[in-house]
């Protein structure tokens, strides 16, 4: 079975860091969405931490169950590592999306 994680030992002490960061973001897909911009960082911004800083995880508030999703597999993207993904979804809706996230993620991994 491939490994999902790269080694931690390669990376940077700034990198480490930034794997014990969690931050705050909208879970709507588009910044002029965000309800509390001083709490809530634009995509620019967390594209940039997620590629530069190496954050550990993301806390989505706000969106629907297919915004999350999409927002989701987008953040993914940006970042080097599996990221710790919190929403507010509730608890049925959050079950079917970890368990789509979670079949995604093996199907990649087995192919």
Do not use: C
Request: glycine content about 6%.
């Amino acid at each position: 079975m491939t490994n999902l994680l790269p080694d931690w030992t390669q990376f940077t002490l700034k990198e480490k860091i930034g794997q014990l960061i969690i931050v705050r973001a909208s879970g709507y897909l588009f910044d002029h969405q965000i309800r509390y911009p001083v709490w809530e960082t634009s995509n620019p911004q967390l594209s940039h931490w997620l590629e530069t800083l190496n954050l550990g995880g993301v806390i989505l508030l706000g969106g629907s169950a297919a915004e999350l999703l999409l927002k989701t597999q987008q953040l993914q993207k940006w970042s080097k590592t599996p990221l710790f993904q919190i929403n507010n979804l509730a608890p049925l809706h959050q079950l079917l999306l970890l368990r789509f996230v979670n079949e995604k993620i093996i199907e990649q991994t087995l192919s």
